[in-house]
């Protein structure tokens, strides 16, 4: 545990009021998103979103597809269905070169946002804290005892 | 003359951390830090150790256990990694890690054995690291012991 790090959290207001372990339990909820690896085809598209949101996906990528052999090449294996690692098709929503693309497609932010998620998941920002580490972040509680010293 | 190398004799226990000594409300990944054992003197090269464990806040999680470190004087100075006193916070690592006490998931007295530990010949202190996921409760018992011997000549 990084304490000097978790001292710094603390001290946010937000914490002030909070016991050791309602810090400690505010502390281990929070969760970024991280971008991973994750092929992914229609087939999975059909499964999160709308009809109206994969019209306009559809509609996005046939175009952009006359347009660039890249966007022709991975509009076929979108059209292929896969596991997560791309075995057999997919795309991966995870990769700079897609969620690239989606910034530039036209579609809504709310769908853009939608299909990075495929490719996104959440991790907690800190190794698990207990009300004893945040105790000694706040200096109420030893980190070192020594014996013969009150 | 064939001579027999047998343990020089049964070891008595001596006393690192006494019954309301430092491992009294021991938190989580905090470190108790024993009296001195006086091996610069003693010469003894293996010793034993027993940690007694009497009471947690609440049952220690499944896994969890103590760290044994052994850090020692050298002339004056402590080799604890930092400062050189030991009465700040240590920088325990592999170079001073000498064992673990495996913690029993059950909120109940454990004594603890390990044994065989080589030790040096310099005075030394000892540091216990709670890896066990409980404090200690916050009452009087838990205690650490030294149990030093070596080999004989016979």
Request: glycine share 18%; aromatic share 8%; charged share 20%.
């Given at each position: 545990m990084n304490y000097d790090a978790l001292q710094i959290e603390l001290a946010?207001?937000?914490?002030?009021?909070?016991?050791d372990q309602e810090a400690a339990d505010a502390i281990n909820s929070l969760t970024v998103p991280e971008t991973v690896t994750a092929f992914k085809s229609y087939r999975s598209l059909c499964a999160v979103l709308t009809d109206p949101e994969l019209v306009a996906v559809q509609a996005a990528v046939d175009a952009a597809a006359a347009v660039s052999a890249r966007v022709a090449v991975s509009k076929k294996m979108l059209e292929l269905p896969g596991d997560e690692a791309g075995n057999g098709g997919g795309i991966d929503f995870g990769s700079a070169g897609v969620r690239e693309w989606l910034d530039y497609s036209g579609l809504p932010a709310e769908l853009i946002a939608k299909l990075k998620g495929l490719g996104e998941r959440t991790s907690t920002v800190w190794e698990t804290v207990t009300p004893d580490d945040v105790a000694m972040a706040r200096g109420t509680r030893p980190k070192v005892q020594i014996e013969g010293v009150a | 003359m064939v001579s027999a190398i047998l343990w020089n004799a049964r070891p008595s226990g001596e006393e690192l951390?006494?019954?309301?000594?430092?491992?009294?409300?021991l938190a989580n990944a905090a470190s108790a830090v024993s009296a001195e054992c006086?091996?610069?003197?003693?010469?003894?090269p293996l010793a034993d150790f027993l940690l007694y464990l009497?009471?947690?806040?609440s049952a220690p999680t499944a896994g969890g256990y103590f760290e044994l470190h052994i850090v020692y004087e050298f002339g004056a100075i402590m080799?604890?990694?930092?400062?050189?006193?030991?009465?700040?916070t240590p920088n325990l690592t592999a170079n001073t890690f000498a064992g673990i006490f495996p913690v029993n998931a059950a909120d109940e007295d454990q004594y603890i054995q390990l044994v065989g530990v080589p030790i040096g010949p310099h005075d030394f202190k000892c540091v216990l690291t709670n890896k066990c996921g409980q404090a200690i409760a916050n009452t009087d018992g838990s205690t650490f012991n030294i149990f030093r011997y070596g080999y004989e000549s016979q």
């Open positions: 946010k207001p937000s914490y002030a009021t909070m016991t | 951390i006494a019954a309301a000594g430092a491992l009294k409300n006086a091996n610069g003197t003693g010469l003894y009497h009471d947690f806040a080799g604890d990694g930092e400062d050189g006193d030991l009465a700040g």
